[in-house]
């Protein structure tokens, strides 16, 4: 009875660790999206409301998805922190800090530090237009994303309890 239940513990172990592996790939298109919302935001509120960019960037944090608040968040902190830094600075701070607590990928993060380049540094209308390009660039990202949740999430399910079945096996 003692090992039958050691056996049951190791599967739901496996199973759990796989479920956790894979909880990043379904994580992936969601941050994905709330970062799409947040450009949007951003767009709109450079685009139209003509509002600088820190301030831009702290309404942005206001009503963005919380999974990505925090980065526009730390990027409008460090532009408030730091009279004459660019947007490009802040980004990358704002990228460097928050990154690690966030499921994107280096492309992911890169069409953002890319867009920085443009932001605070040129007229309203190039601003919009890379704000534009960069919400495509997340758009395919997020295609991916999509893609590779279906796949890997399963796959990775199913691998975390056959690999605690297989181990429970071994051990018995």
């Given at each position: 009875?003692?090992?039958?239940?050691?056996?049951?513990?190791?599967?739901?172990a496996?199973?759990?660790?796989?479920m956790q592996?894979?909880?990043?790939?379904?994580r992936?298109?969601?941050e994905?999206?709330?970062?799409m919302?947040?450009?949007?935001?951003?767009?709109?509120?450079i685009g139209?409301?003509?509002?600088?960019?820190?301030?831009a960037?702290?309404?942005?944090?206001?009503?963005?998805?919380?999974?990505?608040?925090?980065l526009?968040a730390?990027a409008?902190?460090f532009?408030?922190e730091?009279?004459?830094a660019?947007g490009?600075?802040?980004?990358?701070?704002a990228?460097?800090?928050?990154?690690?607590?966030?499921?994107?990928?280096?492309?992911?993060l890169?069409?953002?530090r890319?867009?920085g380049?443009a932001?605070?540094?040129?007229d309203?209308?190039?601003?919009?237009?890379h704000?534009?390009?960069?919400?495509?660039r997340l758009?395919?990202?997020?295609?991916?994303a999509?893609?590779?949740?279906?796949?890997y999430?399963?796959?990775?399910?199913?691998l975390?309890?056959?690999?605690?079945?297989?181990l429970?096996?071994?051990l018995?």
């Amino acid at each position: 009875m003692l090992k039958l239940l050691g056996a049951g513990m190791v599967v739901l172990a496996g199973g759990l660790a796989g479920m956790q592996a894979g909880k990043s790939y379904a994580r992936r298109p969601v941050e994905i999206r709330a970062l799409m919302g947040a450009l949007l935001l951003l767009q709109t509120e450079i685009g139209y409301a003509l509002a600088p960019l820190g301030e831009a960037l702290e309404k942005v944090a206001a009503r963005a998805d919380p999974a990505v608040a925090p980065l526009f968040a730390r990027a409008a902190a460090f532009l408030r922190e730091n009279p004459g830094a660019t947007g490009a600075e802040a980004l990358a701070a704002a990228v460097g800090a928050t990154s690690p607590k966030l499921s994107l990928r280096e492309e992911d993060l890169a069409a953002l530090r890319d867009l920085g380049a443009a932001l605070g540094n040129s007229d309203r209308e190039d601003q919009v237009r890379h704000l534009a390009l960069a919400l495509e660039r997340l758009r395919v990202a997020g295609a991916a994303a999509e893609a590779d949740a279906r796949r890997y999430v399963r796959l990775w399910n199913t691998l975390g309890f056959c690999g605690g079945l297989g181990l429970a096996i071994l051990l018995s």
